[in-house]
């Protein structure tokens, strides 16, 4: 079936140094994926998208980059801050009839100071 | 511009009681959903409108679970009757459009229900 997992439920580093949170998808018919940033007692805030036909997007210090062959996602964040402790979601958009999104478990970030 | 409005931010009940949410969505936004999400999980798509009409319930528990979005801009969700298992973080989310791949949501805060 549809299913959307991180590898990852916790991910622990250390103020300044890069973050890679990863991400597997198993429906080969999603189109468009977005990671998603949920901070505590928020709801879940879009940081960056990438459509199936690329392979890398990067924005202001987050990369994404997608392996459509092993149906992998992977969020790098450079210069991890505390501010980015948070719970970080992969989400995929297949089509099934029409576009629904579905998010993944997610992987919790924590930034050490 | 304003986000997406929800209330109340907390609500505890006993089971077998109604709740009602409610829901206000970015001005302009066609599109708004309803997703509950348990703890340590991610967001489960409950219902999704399109303007005034339902383009997704399949995995709202009708029997206990109903949601409008009357004149197309504010909705609310009800539960009746509640169960243990029902308590969960409700989160309501609006999009420019749907039908289209690229949608990015826009969330707000969220209800917090706990059902005792």
């Given at each position: 079936?549809?299913?959307?997992?991180?590898?990852?439920?916790?991910?622990?580093?250390?103020?300044?140094?890069?973050?890679?949170?990863?991400?597997?998808?198993?429906?080969?018919?999603?189109?468009?994926?977005?990671?998603?940033?949920?901070?505590?007692?928020?709801?879940?805030?879009?940081?960056?998208?990438?459509?199936?036909?690329?392979?890398?997007?990067?924005?202001?210090?987050?990369?994404?980059?997608?392996?459509?062959?092993?149906?992998?996602?992977?969020l790098q964040i450079a210069a991890t801050q505390p501010?980015?402790?948070?719970?970080?979601?992969?989400?995929?958009?297949?089509?099934?009839?029409?576009?629904?999104?579905?998010?993944?478990?997610?992987?919790?970030?924590?930034?050490?100071? | 511009?304003?986000?997406?409005?929800?209330?109340?931010?907390?609500?505890?009940?006993?089971?077998?009681?109604?709740?009602?949410?409610?829901?206000?969505?970015?001005?302009?936004?066609?599109?708004?959903?309803?997703?509950?999400?348990?703890?340590?999980?991610?967001?489960?798509?409950?219902?999704?409108?399109?303007?005034?009409?339902?383009?997704?319930?399949?995995?709202?528990?009708?029997?206990?679970?109903?949601?409008?979005?009357?004149?197309?801009?504010?909705?609310?969700?009800?539960?009746?009757?509640?169960?243990?298992?029902?308590?969960?973080?409700?989160?309501?989310?609006?999009?420019?459009?749907?039908?289209?791949?690229?949608?990015?949501?826009?969330?707000?805060?969220?209800?917090?229900?706990?059902?005792?």
């Open positions: 079936g549809e299913s959307v997992g991180l590898h990852l439920p916790t991910l622990s580093v250390q103020e300044g140094d890069n973050s890679i949170i990863n991400c597997a998808y198993s429906n080969s018919a999603s189109d468009y994926f977005i990671w998603y940033k949920q901070e505590s007692g928020k709801g879940p805030q879009f940081i960056i998208d990438i459509r199936s036909n690329m392979d890398k997007r990067q924005g202001q210090r987050v990369t994404v980059l997608l392996n459509k062959t092993v149906k992998h996602l992977s501010g980015d402790s948070a719970v970080y979601f992969c989400a995929e958009t297949p089509y099934t009839g029409g576009f629904k999104t579905i998010f993944g478990a997610g992987t919790r970030l924590f930034v050490k100071a | 511009e304003a986000g997406v409005a929800q209330s109340p931010r907390y609500k505890i009940i006993e089971k077998r009681q109604s709740v009602a949410f409610w829901c206000n969505p970015i001005s302009g936004h066609a599109t708004l959903y309803w997703y509950q999400q348990i703890l340590g999980q991610g967001p489960k798509l409950l219902i999704q409108f399109q303007n005034n009409g339902v383009v997704d319930d399949s995995q709202l528990p009708k029997d206990r679970f109903s949601a409008e979005r009357l004149k197309g801009v504010d909705s609310t969700l009800k539960i009746q009757p509640a169960k243990l298992e029902d308590s969960a973080v409700y989160l309501c989310a609006s999009s420019l459009a749907t039908g289209v791949a690229k949608n990015i949501q826009y969330f707000g805060a969220g209800t917090r229900l706990s059902v005792l």
